[in-house]
């Protein structure tokens, strides 16, 4: 998450916490109802897909009640196009995100609302470690309860520190993916 300074003047972190939530099924409907509407103001763009991934994509797994959507499209000259769109649907676009190979956006971050639904990465067409993840959480149970068990920890350890928490997750995740990608 950005520095307070680059947050809206009103931000309270105390009010955007992190918890973890046992499994809503609810979830991929959510996220159905959500690619609709991205699909709606997003029009026609070359290479547009859109997944739900993160751990709401990952059935029976504790997580943050956000839906985490990936965007790509097939050139990042669309990039640019799909700020004002996704803005629309009531999203926050952190504008100086320092990492230039993706476009973040919020939905319902305080002061913007009561609580985060939705996130969203918009990522070059290329990129599939989110998705290989993803997939290998739902294929894995053992290795998905491990993650949990991480996450909730991570929560009650930062609760308002979102950077810390996702940093501290990295060795995690890179350790998945590597085993991902040797099989």
Do not use: C
């Not at 409907?29 to 997003?42: N, W």
């Amino acid at each position: 998450m950005a520095p307070l300074s680059e947050l809206p003047p009103d931000y309270d972190p105390k009010k955007d916490f992190i918890e973890i939530v046992d499994y809503d099924p609810a979830w991929p409907g959510l996220y159905l109802k959500e690619e609709a509407e991205l699909r709606r103001v997003l029009g026609p763009i070359p290479g547009l897909t859109l997944d739900h991934y993160g751990s709401t994509a990952v059935p029976g797994l504790a997580a943050k009640p956000i839906i985490d959507i990936l965007v790509r499209v097939e050139s990042r000259e669309w990039w640019p196009r799909l700020v004002a769109a996704i803005e629309s649907l009531g999203y926050f676009y952190w504008s100086s995100n320092p990492d230039k190979d993706t476009l973040y956006f919020a939905k319902g971050m305080p002061p913007f609302g009561a609580r985060r639904t939705h996130h969203i990465h918009v990522f070059d067409k290329e990129r599939n470690d989110e998705l290989f993840f993803r997939d290998y959480l739902r294929t894995h149970p053992g290795e998905a309860r491990k993650y949990e068990a991480l996450k909730r920890e991570l929560a009650a350890k930062f609760p308002y520190d979102r950077k810390a928490y996702t940093d501290s997750k990295t060795a995690f995740i890179r350790g998945a993916l590597k085993k991902i990608h040797q099989g």
